[in-house]
């Protein structure tokens, strides 16, 4: 019987989402169906390529790019909410094996979803439907919901040295 967990990938380290993308291809090679839904992030990333290789696997992206130095706007808002809706259709539907609602964390954190209602979608999902939520920050609500919780930690990041984001790597 499968169970239908709920991941939570958190933390100031690397790896969230190269977590979160492994168990997806990991699902789809299984013949799992996944849905990888990103917020905030809009960017040519190697995870766009999967669709054209694997049915199984769909991805979209809700967002105009990090905030890193802006404050949201209505747009990020209204696209948030947009990815949200979807997401809880798609959790709902039973279609799909895995969800993966990357960066999502970051999504509350900066107030363009509320956890409440991030929360209270997740437990209404329908039975066996696994779902992945990443990002920073995240909040004791999705938390204390989760079956499991990962945190991962930054020690050392050459980052920290000027090397930028690499393809095939970071991106």
Do not use: W
């Amino acid at each position: 019987m499968k169970a239908g967990y709920l991941q939570v990938y958190t933390g100031t380290g690397k790896g969230k989402t190269a977590a979160a993308f492994g168990t997806a291809m990991r699902s789809v090679l299984h013949g799992g169906r996944v849905f990888f839904a990103q917020f905030i992030k809009m960017s040519e990333t190697a995870e766009l390529l999967v669709p054209d290789h694997f049915s199984n696997f769909t991805i979209m992206q809700f967002g105009e790019g990090f905030f890193l130095d802006r404050e949201p706007t209505d747009d990020d808002r209204r696209l948030a909410e947009e990815g949200f809706s979807k997401c809880l259709a798609v959790m709902s539907s039973g279609e799909y094996d895995l969800v993966v609602m990357d960066e999502v964390n970051v999504a509350i954190h900066y107030g363009l979803l509320d956890p409440a209602t991030v929360v209270a979608a997740l437990e209404s999902r329908a039975p066996g439907t696994e779902v992945i939520c990443t990002g920073r920050n995240a909040p004791p609500e999705l938390i204390e919901a989760a079956d499991l919780v990962t945190e991962m930690r930054k020690i050392k990041h050459y980052f920290d040295k000027g090397v930028r984001a690499r393809e095939g790597i970071e991106y």
